[in-house]
């Protein structure tokens, strides 16, 4: 089996705050291997932006990396400053209102990311951006270069992105919850588009989300993190047919598609200057043991690539916190 | 864009026509009898009547703020009382050297603030920063006689490397008047050793007058390129592989100049007041020391002109700003129009 195109090998990462040091990743393991669309799930707080920040090297500035790998294309992205990334990691941001500069043509500040990363004259790039500009589907391709942000929608902004992700021709495609700041209408043919996209060029995706309908309709894997760990990983179908994790179990148990009662999970995420011992989640946890304060627990390997941080993976959960 | 700018255009209408109102209220409330201060001390109560008749000054008040408004509209702004000669001329005659001064402190201000309050705020609490901060308080806090005094001793009387006082070289002359800045007439006689002379002229009067907008500028521009590095478009473009040094300058600074473009058409203001102090010590002949001398003699003709004459000026710039704020920012125009 060849290396994988993205590889996260016990990353953590910490960030130095007023509140004192909060260990917002934990040890993540993950990878991406060419071709393969890669869910990250979790409630706000989990750390899954960070995990995106991470490998897109934009952590803030009091953020560190005391341990763990990460590889891009077998090269190490922290060692060579995230320059092997640049261009072949596309991004496409959460907020479409607010990560374009209003002051600027759109044109100029795509065209910007192509003079520094994709190969070829001026006049090559903005035909080529024209062509993308096409398929994202943005209507008047050739006036939208000369727009400003403002006078595009919300819908219209984001397929702007989703153009400038592919601009430079990346290997992997990096999205954070792309479709939450826009309406519900849209919010499907955003993600439409998007799936079309990465099947049609055989993109490698890494998509952030807490929303497990949106994650099922675009990603073949899926990773669960809880409070900057990894708790649950697998095919998406089979992770969402028989989750293990009590966590996944619960999360699922809450989306309003499934759920009989919303009765959500108790208690809330931890802050990140204060997380448990032993098993991030025990507090909240149903069948939580006294080992479970204490122990760390390790990934259980279960048939199909599924893995779960829970040795009690086949313990029934009491009837009131999944029903 | 140009429907924009006839809007600033118009907007600026009101406001000269209440300056035109409010500098004849002014000139009316100013204590002093002009008539009785051009008559002299020997003056009979006749000799002072007959002074009254001649500039109106018997008449009702409405009726004189009449012909005040008349008078201003057709640039009529009268004879001074001091030196008989029309005070619109005078007026003419000393402007471009006050223009001159201010502008060469707004470009020296603009062309230093700017900088160093992006250097502050990319080395975000580094030693620059508080370097910067240092200085942008210690600009506002400097009397400008004081350092206007210390330069000349420094740099004209120690160092001998600047002149002291005056526009240019007595013994080398005014160029021909054409638009009464002396750097331009200069160029256009053909004489680089006027121009040269006069800029060696401009150097200390124009940093001691740019010093306060200088340190404005610096921090405007040091909170504005702060505020902008929090945006999220910037991560973006950090995310997606901006050139490093594009990012931190053309891509934020536009956004953060925004404010400091405001900044500058209120500075100009400030420097036109500040000048008045700067011109008497440097001996500049503009419309400082004229209205220092206006004010002392009560000549209240020759303040009338002056105070219209920069308000007009004022206005202009504001325009001007407000133009330049919808070229930088093209949501400006559309919220607006």
Redesign the interface.
């Known amino acids: 089996m060849s290396a994988p195109l993205l590889s996260i090998q016990d990353l953590s990462v910490h960030i130095r705050g007023d509140a004192g040091l909060a260990r917002i990743l934990d040890g993540i393991t993950l990878s991406v291997p060419a071709g393969v669309t890669m869910g990250v799930v979790g409630e706000s707080g989990c750390g899954k932006s960070t995990l995106l920040r991470a490998v897109?090297?934009?952590l803030p500035n009091n953020a560190s990396i005391p341990n763990g790998r990460l590889e891009f294309k077998g090269r190490d992205l922290v060692a060579d400053h995230w320059a092997s990334?640049?261009?072949r990691i596309?991004?496409v941001?959460q907020?479409p209102y607010?990560?374009?500069?209003?002051?600027?043509r759109a044109g100029d500040?795509l065209l910007?990311?192509m003079?520094?990363?994709a190969p070829g004259s001026r006049k090559d790039h903005t035909e080529k951006l024209i062509e993308l500009f096409r398929a994202v589907q943005l209507p008047d391709p050739e006036g939208a270069l000369g727009k400003?942000p403002?006078q595009f929608s919300g819908g219209q902004r984001q397929r702007l992105l989703i153009a400038?992700?592919l601009a430079c021709e990346p290997d992997l495609l990096v999205a954070d919850e792309p479709t939450t700041a826009l309406d519900v209408t849209t919010q499907r043919e955003i993600l439409g588009l998007l799936r079309n996209l990465v099947a049609s060029k055989g993109l490698s995706l890494l998509f952030v989300t807490h929303d497990f309908g949106v994650l099922a309709a675009l990603c073949d894997r899926v990773t669960v993190l809880y409070a900057g760990r990894v708790v649950e990983s697998g095919l998406t179908a089979e992770v969402l047919r028989n989750p293990k994790h009590p966590y996944t179990r619960m999360l699922l148990a809450c989306h309003p598609d499934r759920a009989i009662n919303l009765i959500g999970i108790p208690g809330t995420v931890p802050a990140a200057t204060q997380q448990p011992e032993g098993c991030r989640f025990h507090p909240r946890c149903p069948i939580a043991r006294p080992e479970c304060a204490r122990k760390i627990p390790l990934l259980v390997q279960l048939p199909d690539a599924h893995s779960v941080a829970c040795p009690w993976y086949s313990d029934t959960l009491p009837e009131q916190a999944i029903a | 864009m140009a429907r924009y700018v006839i809007r600033r255009l118009l907007m600026a209408l009101p406001a000269l026509f209440g300056l035109i109102i409010l500098t004849f209220v002014l000139s009316r409330v100013i204590p002093g009898d002009p008539a009785a201060t051009l008559a002299g001390d020997a003056a009979t109560p006749a000799m002072i009547a007959e002074i009254r008749a001649q500039y109106g000054l018997d008449r009702p008040i409405i009726e004189q703020a009449f012909i005040h408004v008349r008078q201003v509209l057709t640039g009529d702004f009268g004879k001074s009382i001091f030196s008989g000669r029309p005070v619109a001329e005078e007026v003419i005659q000393r402007l471009p050297a006050t223009l001159e001064l201010t502008f060469a402190a707004l470009f020296i201000a603009v062309l230093l603030g700017v900088p160093l309050g992006l250097l502050a705020a990319i080395n975000h609490n580094g030693p620059i920063d508080h370097l910067v901060r240092l200085l942008s308080v210690g600009g506002l806090a400097l009397a400008s006689f004081w350092l206007a005094i210390m330069l000349q001793l420094l740099f004209a009387m120690e160092l001998d490397l600047l002149p002291l006082r005056g526009r240019v070289d007595v013994a080398l002359g005014l160029p021909p008047r054409v638009t009464g800045f002396v750097l331009l007439d200069s160029l256009i006689a053909g004489r680089m050793d006027l121009f040269v002379n006069g800029i060696q002229h401009l150097i200390l009067p124009a940093i001691t007058l740019s010093l306060p907008g200088l340190a404005t500028i610096a921090r405007f521009t040091r909170s504005g390129v702060l505020e902008v590095l929090q945006k999220d478009f910037v991560l973006y473009a950090k995310a997606v592989g901006y050139g490093r040094f594009r990012l931190a300058t053309i891509y934020v600074l536009r956004n953060a100049v925004t404010l400091v473009v405001t900044q500058i058409g209120l500075l100009f203001g400030a420097l036109i007041s500040g000048a008045v102090a700067v011109e008497a010590i440097f001996d500049w002949p503009g419309l400082g020391t004229y209205s220092v001398q206006a004010i002392i003699s009560a000549d209240y003709k020759a303040l009338l002109a002056v105070t219209l004459v920069v308000g007009f000026v004022y206005a202009a710039v504001n325009v001007l700003v407000d133009v330049a704020q919808a070229v930088i920012d093209p949501r400006v125009a559309e919220d607006v129009a």
Do not use: C, T
């Open positions: 897109l090297g934009i990334a640049r261009g596309g991004f941001p907020d607010l990560s374009l500069n209003p002051v600027f500040q910007e990311i003079r520094k990363h400003y403002h400038a992700a």
